[in-house]
């Protein structure tokens, strides 16, 4: 799919094919691919009694459950027999309403964006509470079972939210609350409420806050993965403006992570990724800013270049003085997009944004327009494609140049048309605007793990889309080749950046790694410290593990 100039329909690659957010979870480990079986302790069918009673079963209930274990015990304990016990086991305790099991709900299952994502778990749990997420971990901690954990589901990465039949899908969708103070200063999130109806929600009550600008992304995921939004430039990332974490740990244990409870979770869950606890409540500082002003536009492709000339212009003069500006922009084989949004009304082109009138648009798809957040998710939302299709993204920074961004720019085209060409494959060269102001945010409301560079800079991504899972190594490739043409050309011309934004990273890549090594030796204490059995680093099933650093 490609943006055609008429009849013109706007791929999510295209006007919002920098707009990601997934649950951060991480790559899948040697530790979490051990049968369970294998890692059973040798008194839980002693102990099974105690546990079962301890997570609201009867003592009916828990003899035949026990019945049950026994017995799989005296069968060698296969992995698929101790995953039915505990399974039974969350089902009982939860409700059935809240643990589908066989017959698998496979509409359900199929819920990830990506077709490469979709997976088919040995049950799927659905805690309405905090309450039963700590059931739900204390099933998963104490019969040593694999699982994955998904709020949106927006990840490309397989097994970063999906799980197969040798593991658990805990789904966090029916944790959305959206709730407002009453004086309207902050939000309370539940980590499976997409962004759409989060911005919705809170426009209707003139409110908002730094969100996800993808309105089908889930919460949970990208503030953990830091959270970029249109209005970052000024406020810094969705993380940054996160004021409380409600968090299951491993142990099973409730607690918040704020400025004055357990300082260093809260640090490190802003941007740290899947590695601590389950997070079961955000509550985000909203931001005043109630009216904003934007417009979209399509433009030829033979404009590429000067389109990056004046970005990168733009990036060091007008973007890097002016936070309430911020620029979409999203560079396609046949067309390209540019997005322009100012955080405040205006009555006329803001001033900011005056070098991108020396373009000429094919067609300009959402005029001028004084609005909100949640208008401008609306006029987006007709043109993101609803065709399940698989899909890949990642991710790499530089300082910014222009002749580096042309250059390779060029290179990804000619990688990227071939593709195309070759099976129908999609995909976009996005550059992200990023001021010092970014940085300096997230140091004034608390400080992050992320590392990230105190000046002026850009994040690339790409958003590549494709049908056949026979294609996906032919599909991949020219977003893997550019990656490191990006790494080899600045790192010779003296621009290159360790960061890596995890929101856009792709499943072979390390972004903690890019923290700097204090920040992810921090990390690592912190992980120890709330996770002392390491649950989050062995038996979850996908995303950034910290035991990959």
Same mark, same amino acid.
């Given at each position: 799919m490609i943006v055609k100039p008429v009849n013109l329909v706007l791929r999510a690659s295209i006007i919002c094919g920098l707009l990601y957010g997934s649950t951060a979870v991480a790559s899948t480990s040697a530790a979490a691919k051990v049968s369970a079986a294998a890692s059973q302790p040798t008194n839980m069918s002693a102990d099974i009694l105690s546990f079962l009673g301890s997570i609201g079963l009867s003592s009916s209930q828990s003899q035949t459950l026990k019945g049950r274990y026994d017995a799989a015990l005296g069968n060698g304990s296969s992995p698929g027999e101790i995953l039915g016990v505990a399974c039974q086991a969350a089902q009982e305790s939860l409700g059935t309403a809240q643990v589908n099991i066989s017959p698998l709900n496979q509409t359900l299952a199929d819920e990830n964006w990506s077709l490469s994502c979709?997976?088919?778990?040995?049950?799927?749990?659905?805690?309405?509470?905090?309450d039963e997420v700590v059931?739900?971990? &204390?099933? =998963?901690? $104490?019969? &040593? =079972? &694999?699982?994955?954990?998904?709020?949106?589901?927006?990840?490309p990465n397989p097994g970063w939210s999906s799980v197969g039949q040798d593991g658990v899908l805990l789904d966090l969708q029916r944790l959305n609350q959206i709730s407002l103070s009453s004086d309207k200063t902050l939000c309370s999130l539940g980590p499976g409420a997409r962004w759409g109806d989060v911005v919705a929600t809170l426009g209707a009550q003139n409110a908002t806050v730094i969100a996800g600008r993808n309105p089908l992304v889930g919460v949970g995921g990208l503030i953990l993965g830091g959270g970029y939004h249109h209005a970052s430039s000024e406020y810094g990332t969705a993380a940054d403006n996160v004021k409380n974490f409600e968090v299951v740990l491993s142990n099973g244990n409730i607690v918040n992570a704020n400025h004055d409870e357990n300082e260093d979770l809260f640090w490190a869950l802003k941007g740290g990724g899947p590695n601590f606890g389950i997070v079961t409540r955000f509550d985000v500082y909203t931001i005043p800013v109630n009216e904003i002003w934007y417009q979209i536009a399509v433009y030829p492709v033979d404009q590429g270049l000067e389109i990056i000339d004046i970005f990168a212009r733009w990036q060091q003069q007008e973007g890097s003085s002016d936070f309430k500006a911020n620029i979409i922009l999203s560079l396609g084989t046949d067309s390209h997009v540019i997005g322009l949004v100012y955080s405040a009304p205006s009555e006329q082109t803001p001033s900011a944004f005056a070098p991108y009138l020396a373009l000429q648009p094919l067609q300009v798809v959402v005029p001028? +327009? *004084?609005? +909100?957040?949640?208008?401008? *998710? /609306?006029?987006?939302?007709?043109?993101?494609? #609803? /065709?399940?299709?698989?899909?890949? $993204? @990642?991710?790499?920074?530089?300082?910014?140049?222009?002749?580096?961004?042309?250059?390779? $720019?060029?290179?990804?085209?000619? &990688?990227? #048309?071939? !593709? @195309?060409?070759? =099976?129908?494959? *999609?995909? !976009?060269?996005?550059l992200q605007h990023v001021p010092g102001n970014m940085a300096a945010q997230g140091v004034a409301k608390g400080g992050n793990p992320l590392g990230m560079y105190p000046e002026t800079h850009q994040w690339w991504t790409t958003l590549v889309d494709w049908v056949k899972e026979e294609d996906d190594d032919v599909a991949r490739s020219a977003a893997i080749d550019t990656v490191e043409q990006w790494k080899k050309l600045s790192q010779e011309r003296g621009l290159s950046l360790p960061f890596i934004f995890m929101n856009d990273a792709a499943r072979e890549q390390n972004p903690i790694a890019g923290y700097g090594e204090e920040n992810v030796n921090r990390l690592k204490g912190i992980s120890q410290k709330y996770d002392g059995s390491q649950l989050f680093q062995t038996q979850q099933n996908g995303g950034f593990l910290l035991v990959h650093v």
């Amino acid at each position: 799919m490609i943006v055609k100039p008429v009849n013109l329909v706007l791929r999510a690659s295209i006007i919002c094919g920098l707009l990601y957010g997934s649950t951060a979870v991480a790559s899948t480990s040697a530790a979490a691919k051990v049968s369970a079986a294998a890692s059973q302790p040798t008194n839980m069918s002693a102990d099974i009694l105690s546990f079962l009673g301890s997570i609201g079963l009867s003592s009916s209930q828990s003899q035949t459950l026990k019945g049950r274990y026994d017995a799989a015990l005296g069968n060698g304990s296969s992995p698929g027999e101790i995953l039915g016990v505990a399974c039974q086991a969350a089902q009982e305790s939860l409700g059935t309403a809240q643990v589908n099991i066989s017959p698998l709900n496979q509409t359900l299952a199929d819920e990830n964006w990506s077709l490469s994502c979709v997976a088919s778990p040995y049950c799927i749990v659905l805690p309405q509470s905090a309450d039963e997420v700590v059931k739900a971990i &204390k099933i =998963i901690s $104490y019969f &040593k =079972i &694999k699982f994955s954990v998904r709020s949106g589901g927006h990840s490309p990465n397989p097994g970063w939210s999906s799980v197969g039949q040798d593991g658990v899908l805990l789904d966090l969708q029916r944790l959305n609350q959206i709730s407002l103070s009453s004086d309207k200063t902050l939000c309370s999130l539940g980590p499976g409420a997409r962004w759409g109806d989060v911005v919705a929600t809170l426009g209707a009550q003139n409110a908002t806050v730094i969100a996800g600008r993808n309105p089908l992304v889930g919460v949970g995921g990208l503030i953990l993965g830091g959270g970029y939004h249109h209005a970052s430039s000024e406020y810094g990332t969705a993380a940054d403006n996160v004021k409380n974490f409600e968090v299951v740990l491993s142990n099973g244990n409730i607690v918040n992570a704020n400025h004055d409870e357990n300082e260093d979770l809260f640090w490190a869950l802003k941007g740290g990724g899947p590695n601590f606890g389950i997070v079961t409540r955000f509550d985000v500082y909203t931001i005043p800013v109630n009216e904003i002003w934007y417009q979209i536009a399509v433009y030829p492709v033979d404009q590429g270049l000067e389109i990056i000339d004046i970005f990168a212009r733009w990036q060091q003069q007008e973007g890097s003085s002016d936070f309430k500006a911020n620029i979409i922009l999203s560079l396609g084989t046949d067309s390209h997009v540019i997005g322009l949004v100012y955080s405040a009304p205006s009555e006329q082109t803001p001033s900011a944004f005056a070098p991108y009138l020396a373009l000429q648009p094919l067609q300009v798809v959402v005029p001028a +327009t *004084n609005g +909100t957040f949640a208008s401008l *998710n /609306e006029a987006i939302a007709p043109f993101i494609p #609803t /065709e399940h299709m698989r899909h890949d $993204y @990642r991710g790499v920074s530089s300082h910014v140049d222009a002749q580096l961004y042309k250059d390779v $720019y060029s290179f990804w085209l000619s &990688k990227a #048309t071939a !593709t @195309r060409d070759a =099976i129908g494959a *999609n995909q !976009t060269f996005v550059l992200q605007h990023v001021p010092g102001n970014m940085a300096a945010q997230g140091v004034a409301k608390g400080g992050n793990p992320l590392g990230m560079y105190p000046e002026t800079h850009q994040w690339w991504t790409t958003l590549v889309d494709w049908v056949k899972e026979e294609d996906d190594d032919v599909a991949r490739s020219a977003a893997i080749d550019t990656v490191e043409q990006w790494k080899k050309l600045s790192q010779e011309r003296g621009l290159s950046l360790p960061f890596i934004f995890m929101n856009d990273a792709a499943r072979e890549q390390n972004p903690i790694a890019g923290y700097g090594e204090e920040n992810v030796n921090r990390l690592k204490g912190i992980s120890q410290k709330y996770d002392g059995s390491q649950l989050f680093q062995t038996q979850q099933n996908g995303g950034f593990l910290l035991v990959h650093v």
